[in-house]
């Protein structure tokens, strides 16, 4: 019996630690490689070790070809794609759209994200929803990009009368026939009537009441305009029975006003039901900007040496000083939430820098730090205008044709000037991208300025509005009769189009 044999006995052992030797080193062995796999490095077709990094690549629409440094990479979007790190330029391409670039630099073992990419068709393809004599003094967009509310310019009538559109049927059909909704008689003052020159102040987030500035040579007021219910819509200076120089939503609801007096440099909260204004919240004032129910960025000179002001933070009747600046014209404050952090910008157009804020509140309440400490500053010497894009990543400053952009997520900035004359101050067509218009054409940008687009021929000196899948754009087009249409622009082309 083999088991009763020494040496054989002795042979099996032997042979089962040189199995378990074996093992023990293809374990290790995978180990390593699983490890050094998982740090980004690799073995080329040369046998070289290289060190790779991840690249996620997704466009609008998807199926469109990727090419790096020209080689088609045989795969589409959406991709998740494993590449030596190292400068590249990617090229998305689809049949009917044009081509959408970008140069970047993979670091090692590094992720680089282009999901964002738009592509627009080659030729585009337009469907006249309806036909004005003139230009339409307002054209305003729903929070969810569902209704359209355009003001007809109809200069026989006592009425402001809005055409009213449904972006969401566009998805069924390529035209509707606009209903009407009017401002009841009475609620303005003067007697401008239909041409009532009305600027949107802002929407509730019920998409369906409007908070409108209205300015006629008496002087102006505040109209809470509700296209779904007109006969709910409201006054604001007769409600509370003042002259206000600024109005905003509490909370984005229309139940409670911030009401501001530059006379008296006063915030109110104004209770719309009752008709009353509240104590004074904030004295001082020169500029304001709510977000919720508790917080407020706004501008003061209280104590402040002559020439200078201050932005300062009001958090649930706490006030925090944020950055102390040039007392100017304009003055530049927002702030808005990313990723659980909330950011903040203060300037002004007497300043070189704008600067930008990451939790504040936190550094001020640190007794380590003690004072709120500026994350970036984009310097756009007499900036206008700031902003953040619709999903709150970028940071946008503008100044004309100068801009600076910040990207929350990965940290970097860029300072450009576009080229192209602008008719207007640009604005956020969605997360990633900046719309206006230039030489009579829609003009597209991604937040970088890559990518600058001239679209199609437009009298809005807004650019244009999107449906919410951003398959239609809304934009205003001249005819040779001097009229203008306004037009449905279909964003898809060849096999992305609609079966007729």
């Known amino acids: ?117 738009f592509l627009y068709p080659v030729k585009f393809r337009t469907t006249t929803l309806t ?154 004032v020169l500029a304001f900007k709510p977000y919720g129910t508790d917080l407020m960025t706004y501008i003061t000179d209280q104590n402040m040496p002559s020439g200078e002001v201050q932005a300062r933070i009001w958090n649930n009747g706490k006030t925090y000083p944020l950055y102390t600046l040039t007392a100017g014209s304009t003055y530049l404050i927002d702030a808005a939430q990313y990723s659980g952090h909330w950011y903040y910008i203060a300037g002004s157009d007497t300043d070189k820098r704008v600067n930008i804020y990451e939790d504040p509140l936190s550094d001020i309440n640190n007794k380590s730090i003690g004072k709120a400490i500026p994350t970036l500053a984009l310097n756009v010497l007499g900036a206008t205008k700031v902003g953040f894009s619709n999903n709150a990543r970028f940071v946008e400053v503008e100044n004309g044709q100068s801009f600076g952009v910040f990207d929350i997520e990965t940290k970097d900035n860029y300072q450009y000037r576009l080229d192209a004359p602008l008719a207007g101050p640009m604005t956020w067509m969605d997360g990633h991208r900046l719309i206006g218009e230039s030489d009579g054409k829609v003009y597209v940008t991604d937040y970088d300025s890559t990518n600058q687009q001239p679209l199609v021929p437009t009298t809005d000196p807004s650019g244009a509005l999107f449906s919410s899948d951003y398959n239609h754009m809304i934009t205003l087009q001249a005819k040779s009769d001097g009229t203008l249409n306004l037009v449905n622009v279909d964003m898809r082309a060849g096999n992305d189009l609609p079966k007729q």
């Open 131 to 284: 036909n004005y004599a003139t230009q339409p003094a307002l054209i305003t967009e729903s929070p969810s990009q569902r209704w359209l509310l355009i003001q007809r310019p109809d200069s026989d009538s006592k009425q402001v009368t809005f055409d009213q559109l449904d972006l969401n049927a566009l998805s069924k059909t390529e035209s509707q026939t606009p209903t009407q909704v009017s401002i009841p008689e009475g609620l303005l003052s003067g007697d401008d009537g239909a041409r009532a020159n009305l600027s949107v102040v802002e929407w509730s987030t019920d998409n369906n009441n409007v908070l409108l500035k209205h300015t006629y040579s008496g002087g102006s007021e505040y109209i809470v305009f509700n296209r779904n219910k007109p006969e709910q819509s409201f006054n604001v200076n007769k409600i509370f029975n003042i002259v206000p120089d600024e109005v905003a939503l509490f909370n984005k609801k229309v139940d409670q006003l911030y009401v501001y007096s530059q006379a008296n440099q006063t915030v109110q909260l104004g209770d719309v039901s009752k008709g009353t204004l509240a104590t004074p919240m904030l004295k001082k």
């Open 1 to 117: 019996m083999d088991f009763l044999d020494p040496r054989k006995r002795r042979a099996h052992k032997i042979r089962l630690i040189v199995g378990y030797v074996l093992v023990a080193i293809a374990i290790g062995l995978a180990t390593v490689i699983l490890a050094y796999g998982a740090n980004g490095y690799g073995i080329n077709k040369k046998g070289q070790i290289i060190q790779n990094g991840l690249l996620f690549v997704d466009s609008k629409p998807g199926g469109a070809e990727i090419y790096l440094n020209g080689k088609n990479w045989n795969a589409t979007t959406s991709a998740r794609l494993v590449i030596p790190a190292g400068d590249y330029t990617l090229t998305l391409k689809k049949s009917g759209y044009r081509d959408w670039q970008r140069s970047f630099t993979l670091q090692e073992s590094s992720i680089d994200r282009f999901v964002y990419p």
